[in-house]
């Protein structure tokens, strides 16, 4: 038998370090050749690392979280003939196992003093019950209160006005406590079991307020921790300002219905992304500078002719945005296709990491959900984000009277150390004019 190490792949281009975010195998476990292992992730993008041998796994370089180096020991293996690590050779890492399997021991010993806790244990159950047999001191039926039946009709139960106002905060009827104080006085110490207890089943609302003293501690890992490295990114690096303006999108929903109506076989439904993403191209025309990248280390803005639109989406594994690539060269419907296809791939978690990188623009979608205004995250190194909200049938004033409307409001955020609100401004009420009135999306210039 030898011992196989398999090292940390070199999973992408640049790519020096990677994050392990899910062992697939444990340690004792026999593995086939090709099985997967682990995942790992670097720059929102998942990948397997599968076993090129087949054996049993002895040691795991790393906890759900850790950040490992390309080339640093990810697993090591028994395997049948020599294997790939000499005895006595070898990284420091290989012979990791031994803390791990050392441990072992250590519990068979600590439980050796497992009987001396089970002789100790009944002294401090034995030490309350003095307590329990003098109904003077006040504790003994604080377990038990809650079980007892309700006064009787008309009788007022005794208590502090502090126990009164904390009861009726709470929704629970005094009558239904037992008070363990004299002639039945009813104390904090009796709302603590009470509420600790749930009542025992005698007042119904007494679950819903009992007191959740749990801590569960959830550590930031895999995409949701390149998400918060983003956003910090963002906080930490852009100046931003956010405009918001409604936009009447009557005529482009009527439009919308139409060619969805009509729409030949194999082509997907239209949303107002790929309205809008047309919008943006032919605003983009006019003011280049809001489709770039901002190098703030080097003081260069990076200006790029293709439009590469990020379109943010929410998915199982959290907020990922993939990329329509070159908007500038796609029509409505071929807009309207990819954006379905990189939404796919990214909720099933087989989007590539160029389909999730590269974006030069970026839209926000939260209308779903119901929000009329929201301030958006502009993802960094970009200098602008467009968010959608809501569209809502209001009543506007058309000079004579009010008519039903579709509106909906655009909240779009710059980086404003490179974008003057002015220019903000001007890129926000450019693809509002093509927003309501439609027809002008599809004019060439």
Known sequence: MGEHVIKMP????????AELVEWLVDIGANVREDEVLASVMTDKATVEIPSPVEGKVMWQGGAIGDVLAVGSPLIKLEVEGPGNLKPGEGPAEAEAPAPKTAPKAKPEKAEAPAPVKEKTEPAPKKAPQPKTNGAANGHAPMTAAPSGAPRAEGEQPLASPAVRKRARDAGIDLRRI????????????????????????????????MRNTSVTEVKVIGLRRKIAEQMRAAHERVVPITYVDEVD?????????????????GRPKLTILPFLMRAMVKAVAEQPHLNSIFDDDAGVVHQHGGVHIGVAAQTPNGLMVPVVRHAEARDIWDCASEVARLSDAAKEGKASRDELSGSTITITSLGAMGGIVTTPVINHPEVAIVGVNKIQTLPRWDGQEFRPRKVMNLSSSFDHRVIDGWDAAVFVQKIKALLEQPAMIFVED
């Open 249 to 265: 999108v009557t005529a482009l929903e009527d439009l919308r219905k139409e060619l969805n109506d009509t729409r030949k076989d």
């Open 178 to 209: 037992h008070g363990t104080g004299p002639a039945g006085r009813i104390s904090h110490e009796d709302l603590d079991a009470y509420f600790e207890t749930g009542g025992n089943g005698v007042a119904s609302r007494g679950a819903a307020y």
């Open 10 to 17: 070199d999973v992408g281009e640049g790519v020096a370090e």
